[in-house]
């Protein structure tokens, strides 16, 4: 896994002092949840090679050693920034993390988490870090990557089939999110993305404005429910030349379609320049459904799975309307988000190929 530099001579001194102070404050703090967790007392606990990772957009990711009675192990720190409200739950998180193993699921085994943040000072959670890679582009044009290329389409269905059997009502799962039991989940998708739409919106988009229209004519009248990753794509999964080691990103999980996960892996947005092939720029579609079938997935239906790729792009749009109000409002100056606003006319362009061929 990808991680940021340690603190360099061009680092200005006073991010580099901040994160040698976080580090100073985290360090303890981290030995107490260790120790309260194996019964051992703080002194027993020691830590190496603190330090904070690239990556981890609404959460902070943390690389650290632990070394326990003369054992050594690579862990990861997922936790909330200090002071802000999270909108999701690191204790169900881990638990959630813990039950997609039991499933089969590729994911970093979940081992100490302190889900109010009473200990740490910050709702959280350590797992063990996992050795690969995340960067798409990599992936998709390294030749080291190629046998994983080809592999992956295949791993990535069988693993949202695995997902998918994930029993929602499991007291371990109490509290993810999930709409009305007596609202279809494709309308309350669309209606949902449309009222953001037009929160967010500082302009007229007529392309939205028909994609929703559109959508809400054609909901899907199925009421299937399973556990749904919900971000589940190319750049939230660890990978190395084999193909697929592990799935992160949990965060936006919840019950709902299980054809929303695999319609989102297909969307334009997460092929990264590679068109051709729409699964994440490294498969077909026909792939991925005939993996996930053979896994035990549900036999998907082809015209539903069509709807709920059109919604992914009409969901992406308006993310990419969000990241550029960030920029717009004031509150994070960064040329990226204000860059970002731009990639809604790319969505919007997808969503009218996807009308015209689909109408």
């Known amino acids: 896994m990808a991680t940021s530099p340690p603190s ?3 680092e200005p001194p006073a991010r580099s002092a901040a994160r040698g102070l976080a580090t100073e404050e985290l360090a ?12 051992e007392a703080p002194e027993a606990v020691r830590l190496h090679d603190l330090r904070r990772m690239a990556g981890g957009a609404s959460r902070e990711l943390w690389s650290l050693d632990v070394e ?45 988490c302190d889900p109010s943040g009473e200990v740490t000072g910050s709702p959280c959670f350590l797992m063990e870090r996992v050795p690969g890679e995340t960067l798409a582009r990599r992936l998709l044009r390294d030749a080291q990557f190629a046998v994983a290329r080809r592999a992956m389409t295949a791993q990535l269905g069988a693993t949202l089939a695995r997902i998918h059997s994930l029993d929602p009502d499991d007291p371990a799962l109490a509290g993810l999110p999930a709409t009305p039991s007596d609202v279809l989940p ?14 967010l919106a500082l302009e007229p988009h007529p392309v939205l404005e028909l994609a ?50 695999l319609a989102w892996l297909c969307a334009r947005t997460w092929r990264f320049g590679n068109d051709s092939l729409p699964v994440g720029g490294i498969g077909t579609r026909e792939e991925l459904v005939g993996a996930y079938e053979a ?11 069509r709807f709920w790729e059109l919604a992914a792009n009409f969901r992406i749009a308006v993310v990419w309307l ?20 731009r990639r ?16």
């Open 8 to 10: 360099t001579p061009d």
């Open 28 to 39: 303890p703090r981290l030995r107490a949840l260790i120790a309260r967790e194996r019964g």
């Open 186 to 199: 494709g309308r309350a998708d669309v209606v949902a993305t449309a009222e953001r739409a037009r929160t």
């Open 68 to 112: 326990l009675g003369g054992e050594r192990q690579a862990l990861v720190l997922r936790r909330d920034p200090p002071g802000r409200v999270g909108e999701s739950d690191r204790g169900l998180e881990f638990r959630l993390l813990r039950a997609a193993a039991g499933a089969g699921v590729p994911v970093p085994r979940v081992l100490f």
């Open 322 to 341: 969000n990241q550029s109000r960030a920029f717009l409002d004031g509150k994070v100056r960064s040329v990226e988000l204000a860059s970002l606003g």
């Open 295 to 305: 896994a035990g997935g549900e036999k998907v239906d082809r015209s539903a799975l």
């Open 212 to 261: 929703e229209r559109w959508l809400l004519a054609r909901i899907p009248a199925r009421n299937r429910r399973t556990v749904v990753h919900g971000d589940f794509r190319i750049g939230n999964v660890i990978f190395d030349s084999e193909g697929l080691r592990s799935v992160l990103d949990w965060e936006l999980a919840h019950v709902g379609d299980p054809l929303e996960d």
């Open 344 to 359: 809604t006319a790319e969505s919007e362009d997808e969503l009218l190929r996807l009308m015209r061929e689909k109408a």
